[in-house]
């Protein structure tokens, strides 16, 4: 279910970013965010980690700051998608900026903390 839920809030991020920034168009919600938020997992669940590891010196130089540039490359190769654009680089980093900040507030709702009760 919660899989659901952060596929659904991904697509709708993936839309927000289109209305805001210049240069990303979709389709629509149904099926083209959709299908989008689920290539999107699963380039960040597979790509992403070998695209951290081979760039971990550049990385570890900028104390961090390639981390968005690799976002943005995942994030712009949604491009092959049919009805995803994305005009340039920087609209794709301030695409992933946004989708990223949507998925931070996201994970933070569907997350649910258990406490155990002290005895």
């Keep these: 279910m919660k899989f659901i839920l952060r596929i659904i809030f991904v697509a709708a991020a993936i839309l927000l970013a289109a209305y805001w920034v ?11 965010a959709v ?5 999107f997992a699963i380039l960040n669940t597979t790509i992403k ?11 570890f130089i900028t104390l961090g ?11 712009w190769m949604l491009t092959f998608l049919h009805g995803v654009s994305i005009n340039s680089f920087i609209s794709a980093l301030l695409g992933s ?23």
């Design 65 to 75: 700051l390639f981390t968005f540039v690799i976002n943005a490359l995942v994030f």
């Design 49 to 59: 980690p070998i695209l951290k590891v081979i760039s971990f010196p550049i990385n």
């Design 22 to 32: 210049p240069g990303i168009t979709i389709e629509s919600f149904w099926p083209t």
């Design 97 to 119: 900026i946004i989708v990223s900040i949507v998925k931070m507030l996201t994970e933070g709702l569907t997350h649910k903390s258990h406490k155990k009760k002290k005895k």
């Design 35 to 39: 299908i989008a938020s689920i290539v």
